[in-house]
């Protein structure tokens, strides 16, 4: 079956705008997260989602970011006001499940953020 | 908070050989999950193995095995008869329900099998 789907797979764009990164998770997931990688680092966990609402928002940086879901489905990470150190790659995983049971999360391929 | 560590910055090993890679972990929860993801040059992280605390017996994957210590919060991952495409980098991350179950990653080993 399909596997979880980020676009874009890439975007430039220049300090001070906003961005929008959208995340397709596996069907039937109810859980998603956010989660960004600066080059050469580890994962820094941002936001998490049980069905559409957020419990988790300790990892998001500044509140420049914000992030949504809907219909259990969708989610859309946005960054306003965007600078250089914004620059990473964003990536989606989704679980069949949050808070019960273990916790296999399927990755996207991410979205490489670039801000000039 | 719970940190995860990888000391183990590059490694390399030659083809066939067997190499091991090294993950230290910090929680004070009792019900946890440990894993291993690769995450090769098209920076896709797969997962490569998954480890239930609750569970005494190291967790085995074909040619991949974890050595979980749990009282020393130690959890190693073996990779036995390396092949060309084991290279990538290894993330060791942590997660429990204290933290929604999202996962807390080390730094990353960057792994080069040799011919």
């Known amino acids: 079956g399909a596997g979880v789907s980020q676009s874009p797979s890439n975007k430039v764009t220049e300090k001070g705008k906003d961005v929008e990164l959208r995340c397709d998770p596996i069907?039937?997931?109810?859980?998603l997260y956010w989660y960004r990688q600066r080059l050469g680092q580890g994962l820094e966990f941002l936001i998490y989602f049980q069905g559409n609402s957020a419990p988790d928002k300790s990892g998001l940086p500044s509140d420049r970011f914000s992030a949504e879901r809907t219909g259990e489905s969708v989610s859309t990470l946005t960054i306003q006001r965007t600078q250089q150190e914004d620059s990473a790659v964003y990536l989606c995983?989704?679980?069949?499940?949050?808070?019960?049971?273990?916790?296999?999360?399927?990755f996207g391929p991410g979205t490489r953020l670039t801000v000039l | 908070a719970q940190t995860v560590t990888q000391s183990q910055p590059e490694m390399s090993v030659q083809e066939a050989e067997t190499v091991t890679l090294s993950c230290t972990y910090d929680t004070s929860e009792n019900n946890y999950y440990l894993f291993w993801y690769k995450q090769p040059p098209s920076r896709q992280m797969i997962l490569v193995i998954r480890?239930?605390?609750?569970?005494?017996q190291n967790a085995t994957e074909n040619r991949f095995s974890v050595n979980f210590q749990k009282a020393a919060k130690s959890f190693s991952l073996k990779i036995s008869d390396s092949q060309l495409g084991d290279t990538a980098m290894y993330f060791c991350?942590?997660?429990?329900?204290?933290?929604?179950?999202?996962?807390?990653f080390g730094k990353g080993t960057s792994l080069l099998v040799t011919p």
């Open positions: 069907s039937g997931h109810t859980a």
């Open positions: 480890q239930e605390a609750y569970k005494q």
């Open positions: 995983a989704s679980s069949p499940r949050g808070l019960a049971g273990s916790n296999e999360q399927f």
């Open positions: 991350a942590f997660t429990g329900p204290n933290s929604g179950y999202a996962l807390n």
